[in-house]
């Protein structure tokens, strides 16, 4: 599994990164950005977790 978040749409609330914090951070500014290439297979539940919690649906699984 992959997951992209769409820069333009993300408002930084940061709920990727409290689902899955092996998989996603906060830059600079507080806008979510993605740390791996590949979700680890142990780490895939909590990213879908944020990809359904993100408010603005900014976080897609591809």
Do not use: H, T
Not at 3 to 28: H, N, Q, S
Not at 37 to 49: R, T
């Amino acid at each position: 599994m992959k997951v992209v978040i769409d820069a333009a749409v993300c408002d930084g609330k940061g709920y990727c990164k409290r689902f899955a914090p092996d998989v996603f951070a906060l830059d600079e500014w507080g806008y979510g950005k993605v740390l791996v290439d590949e979700v680890p297979p142990e780490s895939v539940a909590n990213a879908q977790a944020a990809v359904e919690a993100c408010p603005l649906q900014a976080i897609k699984a591809v």
